[in-house]
């Protein structure tokens, strides 16, 4: 019953069958329908892009379906009972990278005059599929029919959800700052919730976050509104408080930035001299203390204080753009757990992803982090396998890149973990073009022109994805002068055989795509080819077939 692509009028078809089905279904037999995370992950990957406007038939579908009991929540899921192929992913993963790409395709520009009608129309379509999937991810947010009057309140309902993805959570929070501030019927602002209040469960199932998750969600939402953590609720319960009786960590857990954020607050909790916070405070009381240049580990050299950009566009890294401090150096006491935790061998990639997430401020656990996913997706042994890897795993690297854009080290590992990750492209909406991987591997070969280890892998990472994504990855990386990056990195690395072999590997893939928007050939890339070449003739055999291409 998948509607004909491309045919809003199938579409409409297609669903007002599917709609009334599922009506007589849930109306006449609700309880033999097992409405269950499995049943709607498989619903939601099936689903077309919606171009109807304002509200399509896919997001009248999975309203009744919402409105009829269907879980709103990924928190608790039995992993046991889906398919091999869904596990490590989610429905709101999901649908943000879908939501990401269509976005994407919206403000796509095409080779010629934009302003012409087929050009309007395609961005119009995917205009209107982006605002459907995003209706469809604040429907799945809302709490159960019990907690209607709440719905509303979307921050909330990411932060109660008990698993919202990070670049999802930060978009949702960057495009809704005030709600941030906006305490609900309970008194709570999202603070509280993410505080530990109102504790998921399910039946006789406590939903257990992956590590690190707790802290990424306080930060984000104290960075938005800091003054958070001095507000109590209905029942004068502040949001530390709520973190201490949940059990969360002093660092990992988020209680550590609660406190810096509003020191008087521990006061409320009432700790006995025994509790083990009060060793965590009386610990790091001291290291600030006696603090000095020989106790801070500097893991990455020539880290500086500038401040580095975060993307939190809708291009799978967040939101928008904004600033956060890079530390020069790193205290051991709030970075040592992340950096070990990370290493740990078989670590699960989503406890790798949040923990990267919630110290994207250290340089050392992104280098590291980076390793363990490319490790991760070299492991697989198939594109389903690498699939599972790339799921979170792309938009963190990226992530991590546009955070230490002056870290070689940073960006070395990310081109190694992208170029592992490159061959889930396309897959369950996995977009190294709508992520902004592209984009940022060819800023960072421009960041690092001199550093031939990262120009190697930069190079390897454009032809692996662009192999992966065809013409479509050839002109993205054409648009964000990636052959510019390509020739140039040539030229400066004339006598390094790997950087050679790579560029022109990479010039091979991108211009072997007939229908592929190609700039033209520059008298400087001809003589680069060629003096590459003559050079390195076992290396570089294919620059001639580039030149043809080019011409």
């Known amino acids: 019953m998948l509607a004909e692509e491309g045919n809003p009028d199938s579409t409409s078809a297609s669903f007002s069958f599917r709609i009334e089905t599922a009506r007589l279904l849930l109306e006449n037999d609700l309880d033999s ?222 209680i550590r930035s609660l406190h810096e954020a509003y020191p008087t607050g521990i006061e409320q909790a009432h700790l006995s001299e025994q509790h083990p916070l009060i060793n965590a405070m009386s610990f790091q009381s001291q290291e600030d203390e006696s603090i000095d240049q020989s106790e801070i580990a500097e893991l990455l050299e020539g880290q500086d204080d500038r401040e580095g950009t975060i993307a939190t566009g809708v291009d799978g890294g967040g939101g928008r753009r904004r600033k956060r401090r890079q530390r020069r150096k790193i205290n051991k006491d709030e970075s040592h757990d992340a950096i070990m935790f990370v290493q740990k061998p078989g670590v699960a990639v989503r406890d790798v992803v949040t923990t990267m997430w919630a110290n994207e401020e250290d340089g050392g656990v992104q280098m590291l982090g980076c390793s363990a996913l490319e490790i991760a997706a070299k492991a697989a042994t198939c594109e389903e396998g690498v699939s599972f890897v790339a799921l979170l795993g792309v938009t963190t690297v990226v992530n991590a890149m546009k955070n230490h854009p002056n870290e070689p080290a940073v960006q070395e590992k990310a081109c190694a973990a992208l170029t592992a990750m490159a061959p889930a492209d396309g897959i369950r909406e996995v977009s190294f073009a709508a992520s902004g991987a592209i984009s940022t591997v060819v800023s960072a070969m421009q960041a690092h022109l001199s550093d031939a280890t990262v120009q190697k892998e930069a190079c390897r990472a454009l032809r692996c994805i662009a192999a992966k994504g065809g013409a479509e990855s050839a002109t993205v990386v054409a648009s964000v002068s990636g052959f510019t990056a390509l020739v140039n990195s040539m030229g400066s690395h004339p006598r390094d055989n790997s950087v050679q072999l790579e560029a022109c590997a990479a010039l091979d893939v991108l211009t072997s795509f007939h229908d592929a928007y190609l700039p033209e050939l520059h008298e400087q890339t001809e003589v680069l080819l060629r003096s590459a070449m003559n050079k390195f003739p076992d290396d570089c055999p294919q620059a001639d077939a580039i030149l043809s291409r080019l011409r």
Not at 112 to 122: K, L, P, T
Request: proline content about 6%; glycine content about 6%.
């Open 33 to 254: 329908i097992v409405l269950e995370e499995k049943t709607l992950y498989h619903i939601v990957e099936s689903l077309p892009d919606d171009a109807e406007s304002p509200l399509g038939p896919t997001v009248k579908l999975m309203k009744l379906l919402v409105d009829q009991g269907m879980p709103t929540q990924s928190a608790v899921k039995d992993d046991s009972r889906r398919s091999p192929e869904t596990i490590g992913d989610d429905v709101f993963a999901l649908l943000y990278r879908r939501f990401v790409r269509q976005f994407d395709q919206s403000e796509r520009f095409f080779e010629g005059d934009n302003s012409r009608e087929e050009v309007v129309q395609h961005r119009r379509k995917f205009k209107n599929a982006a605002v459907n999937t995003f209706n469809i991810l604040e429907l799945l947010l809302r709490r159960p029919r019990v907690c209607l009057e709440q719905d509303e309140q979307l921050v909330h309902n990411a932060v109660r959800v008990g698993f919202c993805p990070p670049d999802l959570l930060r978009y949702i929070v960057e495009t809704n700052l005030d709600a941030v501030a906006e305490p609900d019927i309970k008194g709570n602002i999202p603070l509280h919730y993410a505080s530990g209040y109102d504790i998921i469960t399910s039946r006789t199932l406590k939903f257990s976050s992956p590590e690190f998750y707790s802290k990424y969600v306080i930060d984000e939402l104290l960075y938005a509104y800091p003054e958070g953590a001095g507000v109590t609720n209905a029942d004068g319960n502040l949001p530390i408080v709520l973190a201490i009786e949940s059990g969360k960590k002093w660092i990992g857990g988020g």
